[in-house]
């Protein structure tokens, strides 16, 4: 492990220049590198008590690199990390009984039954949760006996989540708390977590599910290329102000008369209904589905108007729309539109 | 949006149950030690190393004339040996196999997050090491008196500081591999070299069975050092001065190196 780098203010200095936070958690201009490659490069993160923060972002985003550097585990390279207002490096141990922390590869070790590593776990601490009472929220009595690796994945999850909040934490960092879950698992993992949030606890969790991050999270940070690039209330990012777009409408055509050569060229299609759009004064942009060669979607103000627009341009064009469907903007909408389509 | 709105007035601060607190330190360390223990006492595999194949040996070689050790008091001979080699067993490779798995799953970093953190997880880990080699003496101490072996008294006390030596030496060199290594290849090499230095080490039978060059070589190695050292002082009474010397540059040396290039993850 290497020594944490120089904090630029000394600590006691720190204190009076900075007031105290309300913030659970405060990261400004995080740096991290491993070897050449720059994981995370200037990410700003706020996790407040009594709040879920969900860290959204593709694989490779740098979410669980910020995670760790929070959590003590790495020392980061440039900018600062503030845990209950403390270093976590070089307050590890005033902080450690104050943290709970999954990881997302678990950190459960392999040959121990699952109810004797919650035991452990609870006996770090002076006043753990009831350990029954945290079994029977999560389901583990059936596998107590069982070792860790012979667990499901889900199983897995479980334990590791009890093994994060049995110290009662004010802060709790979530490494993708619902990957592998079957659906039961993921509401009495979700219902958890709420809890713990209206208890006061500020809970940070990573992950790349919408639905998580909609369902779950008072705040959402979405990070692309080890950079914060939206920040807000799943609500707020979804149609809050500034968003000139509050729908999608997806359509799929086939030209009316194909001579035998041609194939269907969503991308081209995308911008002439694009640029006819822009014409008639509409504020649109228009993607060509990469799933599909037929398929496009224009992200707009969805109304009549807009229908009456898109079919026009599809006769015009030669195009018979084969369906054609309406919907909210959604969270993966603004995902994808921040993080772009290419994958990882 | 099923929350409340955020901020600090959303909710009590801090949390109303209060958080739990760390249990005192040697509540830490004994639990780690604990759970230490019972994973190699549980686990077949390291069972099996630690404590049964010892057994084996010092029967097998105390009862059979199979091997020929130059002696008519063929116990004297294999018994210290037999500690020496459990020593080895349960300070390299169990400790090894078992920490470099901990260090691919994410136990290791994740108990450096609990109150426990990475000083109290080594301190248990040594608590741990030095509750199964309780075990392991006792059984095999037991087992050898049984077969007639008959330790010189005035020699225990210089063995047991050459198996404090012993044990600390090996959990260096062990801590080397599983900090720097796959988990596949931390058990490749901690079982190749259980069994090299078992064929050469000198840790079993005394170093003068060995062919001349190998044999020399094997009095440097902390296999040869600990079972010659152990030899002399269970046969002869005394605490020989090169076996701590070995031992010693083998801790600093292994600690050393341990302490630069460990990595948790």
């Given at each position: 492990m290497r020594a944490a780098p120089r904090r630029p203010v000394p600590p006691d200095l720190d204190c009076v220049l900075v007031p105290t936070s309300p913030d659970a958690v405060r990261v400004d201009g995080l740096v991290k590198r491993y070897g050449r490659v720059e994981a995370v490069r200037g990410l700003d993160l706020v996790a407040r008590p009594g709040a879920v923060t969900a860290v959204l972002g593709p694989n490779g985003a740098g979410k669980t690199t910020t995670v760790e550097c929070c959590e003590g585990l790495r020392s980061p390279d440039g900018g600062t990390v503030r845990v209950l207002g403390l270093d976590p490096v070089a307050d590890a141990r005033a902080l450690r009984p104050?943290?709970?922390?999954?990881?997302?590869?678990?950190?459960?070790?392999?040959?121990?039954?699952?109810?004797?590593?919650?035991?452990h776990v609870a006996s770090m601490y002076?006043?753990?949760?009831?350990?029954?009472?945290?079994?029977?929220?999560?389901?583990?009595?059936?596998?107590?006996?069982?070792?860790v690796r012979r667990l499901s994945g889900g199983q897995r999850q479980r334990l590791a989540l009890a093994a994060a909040v049995v110290g009662r934490p004010e802060v709790a960092f979530l490494d993708e708390p619902s990957a592998g879950l079957d659906p039961q698992s993921r509401i009495a993992v979700w219902d958890l977590v709420r809890e713990l949030r209206d208890d006061g606890t500020a809970i940070v969790l990573t992950t790349h599910q919408m639905a998580e991050a909609e369902q779950l999270a008072d705040h959402v940070v979405v990070v692309d290329g080890g950079r914060a690039v939206a920040a807000g209330t799943p609500g707020g990012l979804v149609g809050g102000a500034g968003q000139t777009t509050a729908?999608?409408?997806?359509?799929?055509?086939?030209?009316?008369?194909?001579?035998?050569?041609?194939?269907?060229?969503?991308?081209?299609?995308?911008?002439?209904?694009?640029?006819s759009l822009e014409r008639a004064g509409v504020v649109a942009r228009v993607d060509a589905d990469p799933r599909r060669a037929d398929a496009l979607e224009v992200h707009a103000q969805v109304d009549p108007g807009l229908v009456r627009l898109v079919t026009a341009w599809a006769d015009d064009t030669g195009l018979l729309v084969t369906s054609l469907a309406a919907g909210p903007r959604t969270l993966e909408d603004v995902f994808l539109e921040l993080t772009g389509r290419s994958l990882r | 949006m099923t929350g409340p709105t955020t901020g600090p007035t959303a909710a009590a601060w801090p949390p109303a149950s209060g958080h739990a607190g760390a249990a005192p330190w040697y509540r830490r360390v004994t639990a780690q030690a604990g759970l230490e223990m019972r994973t190699v006492l549980r686990n077949g595999?390291?069972?099996?190393?630690?404590?049964?194949?010892?057994?084996?040996?010092l029967v097998?070689?105390?009862?059979?004339?199979?091997v020929d050790l130059g002696t008519g008091d063929r116990i004297a001979l294999v018994a210290p040996g037999v500690l020496a080699l459990a020593v080895m067993s349960a300070a390299f490779t169990s400790q090894a196999i078992a920490t470099g798995f901990d260090r691919r799953n994410g136990v290791l970093r994740l108990l450096a997050t609990t109150p426990l953190g990475r000083t109290g997880l080594l301190a248990g880990k040594a608590l741990g090491i030095a509750a199964v080699q309780a075990v392991q003496m006792a059984v095999l101490v037991v087992v050898a008196v049984v077969l007639g072996w008959r330790p010189v008294a005035s020699g225990v006390p210089a063995a047991v500081?050459?198996?404090?030596?012993?044990?600390?030496?090996?959990?260096?060199?062990?801590?080397?591999?599983?900090?720097?290594?796959?988990?596949?290849?931390?058990?490749?090499?901690?079982?190749?070299v259980w069994v090299l230095l078992l064929a050469g080490g000198a840790v079993l039978l005394p170093a003068d069975l060995l062919p001349a060059p190998l044999g020399a070589v094997a009095q440097l190695l902390p296999s040869g050092a600990l079972g010659g050292g152990l030899r002399a002082a269970l046969t002869g009474g005394e605490l020989p001065a090169g076996p701590v010397v070995v031992l010693t540059a083998w801790t600093v040396g292994a600690g050393a190196l341990t302490a630069r290039l460990f990595r948790w993850s």
């Open positions: 104050r943290v709970g922390v999954m990881l997302q590869d678990g950190g459960l070790p392999s040959t121990v039954p699952a109810g004797e590593v919650l035991r002076a006043r753990p949760r009831p350990l029954d009472e945290l079994g029977d929220r999560l389901g583990l009595g059936s596998f107590a006996r069982t070792q729908g999608t409408l997806r359509l799929t055509v086939v030209p009316v008369r194909a001579p035998a050569d041609t194939r269907p060229a969503a991308a081209t299609w995308a911008g002439a209904l694009g640029a | 595999e390291q069972l099996v190393i630690t404590l049964v194949l010892p057994v084996l040996l097998v070689l105390t009862r059979t004339t199979a500081v050459l198996v404090v030596l012993g044990t600390t030496a090996f959990t260096a060199l062990a801590l080397l591999v599983a900090g720097t290594m796959r988990a596949e290849a931390v058990l490749a090499v901690a079982n190749l």
